[in-house]
């Protein structure tokens, strides 16, 4: 049953008429946060919440600027990115149009997609399920990827098992990023570990450090791997609306 509801959703998500931003927006200079702004996605510094039943409540995390200085330098590159939680898929359109030759790559678990470009490629994957990474491993074969982001569940064994899993997909001199990653931090429910890891943040800091520490996801072999591939790790701060307790965070790994 499970698997014809899948099936089901998936043929509705192939039918459904989704918005062709190759054809219908023509979008010139535009900044990072202003894409960001325009198509809704909460990485932009003010736009509708996308996931409330409220519309008027403005949600903004304040990425863009950081992602801009960061990553300008790939605005005309040929490279592929890949983030991980798309949900309507807001900021994989605002990708799209701001790295002008770039492959967009988008996984998430469900089929909320509603943009689409010829540069824009979805994929269904449930990062909790083994036998769903293997088959978005095997579709995507050798293919690496210049920035990997994870806008993904921000529960905190998910943030550490994507770590483990999608790092050594990066290319040399690529970025891993992770947003929101104090979030179980802040919010009590998305510290699924039973105490069992360190919060992402201590993760930061033993990396840092090139210090090994006990979890149950990371074994040694993946902290060696990871120490021995993590060139630098910085650490931002984004931008709350409406003065709310600033609780959005930004790290990037540069991989080796």
């Known amino acids: 049953m499970r698997r014809l509801s899948w099936y089901y959703k998936f043929l509705l998500f192939n039918l459904r008429i989704k918005i062709d931003i190759d054809k219908k927006l023509l979008i010139e200079n535009s900044s990072l946060n202003s894409l960001f702004n325009l198509f809704g996605s909460d990485k932009g510094t003010s736009t509708v919440n996308p996931y409330s039943k409220n519309s008027n409540e403005l949600v903004g995390h304040g990425f863009g600027d950081h992602y801009e200085k960061k990553f300008n330098f790939l605005k005309e590159e040929k490279f592929n990115l890949l983030e991980i939680g798309t949900w309507e898929g807001a900021s994989l ?139 630098t790790i910085d650490v931002k701060k984004g931008f709350m609306i409406n003065n709310k307790e600033n609780i959005s965070d930004l790290v990037f790994f540069k991989k080796n």
């Open 93 to 231: 359109a605002s990708f799209d149009k701001y790295f002008k030759n770039a492959n967009i790559y988008g996984l998430d678990r469900n089929f909320k997609l509603k943009y689409k470009s010829k540069r824009i490629h979805f994929n269904f994957c449930d990062t909790r399920d083994l036998d769903s990474l293997s088959k978005f491993e095997n579709k995507i074969r050798n293919n690496k990827f210049k920035v990997i982001i994870d806008d993904g569940s921000h529960l905190l064994t998910d943030m550490i098992h994507n770590l483990k899993f999608f790092f050594k997909f990066l290319d040399n001199d690529g970025y891993y990023v992770v947003e929101d990653y104090n979030h179980p931090r802040y919010f009590t429910y998305l510290n699924d570990s039973n105490q069992r890891e360190l919060f992402f943040d201590q993760i930061i800091e033993n990396f840092k450090k090139k210090n090994y520490f006990d979890s149950r996801i990371l074994s040694k072999s993946d902290q060696d791997y990871l120490h021995k591939n993590i060139k």
